[in-house]
Each structure stands twice: as structure tokens, then as C-alpha cells.
């Protein structure tokens, strides 16, 4: 009871998960909604006359168990996330050597205008200045690369 009104534990999870359902309408990224629906599911066993104790339980065990299996397909499906930038892009083009590619030492390559450090995908390969390479990887400022098919 407060200041005179009785609060009923099914209202207190019916705003418990309003409150989830607007935090995710404001992210959009899938953060909050699973525990809409644990707020959803606590009411329920509140309404069915279910303890304090077994209320939290059950919004905390179906919060997490969505969380844990579907936020993954959600986030496949629906690709959050995984917006594609400049750098993602760059992946599988090709780049020109400008410096020599050493084992285990980096060099340099030209790629798109802008010249980037690099080292070989293989580390026994040596790439010489003028070779054209394709890009498989970006680790930080660095390029991993690979000798163009076709080149030798």
C-alpha cells in the first residue's frame, strides 16, 4: 500500500514492461524487448496467484532464456549491427605493392589513392613492390593480404 492505493503486483509488471517496450522503441536495437516479455510473463503469474518470489523468477528466466536464443536469429534476420562501412568494403579488392612485404615485416600498399600499412596473409611469402594484392583482412590500420591470383 501507498499513501493510500494498493498497488497490485500485476499493474507493477504490466509498467515494468511498458517501461522495456519504450526503451526498445527509442533503441531499436533489440536491447530491452526480451524483458517486455518477461514483464508480460510475471504478470501472468501474478495474476494466477503466484509468490513474489516466483514472479522475479519466472521474469528473469524467460528475460534471459529469449535473450539468449533469439536475439542471435533476430539480430541475423534483421542484420543490426551490421551495417556495412568504408573499411568492410575494402575487403577482397585489389591494392598495388609500393613496399617491399617481407616475412613476419609489414610493408606498404596503395589501395584506393591512400597508402596503408600491410603484411602477407602468408608469412613465408614475400611480396615485392609493383605486385598486385587482394585484400583478406583488416586488423586495426593494417592490411592483411594475399598475392592476386594470377600473379606469380
Known sequence: M???FEVSEPLVWIVIAVIFAIIEGFTMGLTTIWFTVGG???CII??????????????????????????????KRLRIGHEKNSIDQMINTTGIVVETIEPYHTGQVKLNGMIWTA????DNE??????????VKIQGVKLIVERERGEE
Open 2 to 4: 501507498i499513501a493510500g
Open 126 to 135: 614475400i611480396l615485392l613492390k609493383g605486385d598486385i594484392v587482394k585484400i
Open 40 to 42: 508480460v510473463a510475471a
Open 119 to 122: 603484411v602477407s596473409k602468408d
Open 46 to 75: 501474478a495474476l494466477i496467484g503466484g509468490s513474489l518470489l516466483i514472479q522475479v523468477t519466472v521474469f528473469l528466466a524467460v528475460s534471459i532464456i529469449l535473450l539468449y536464443f533469439t536475439r542471435p536469429l533476430a539480430e
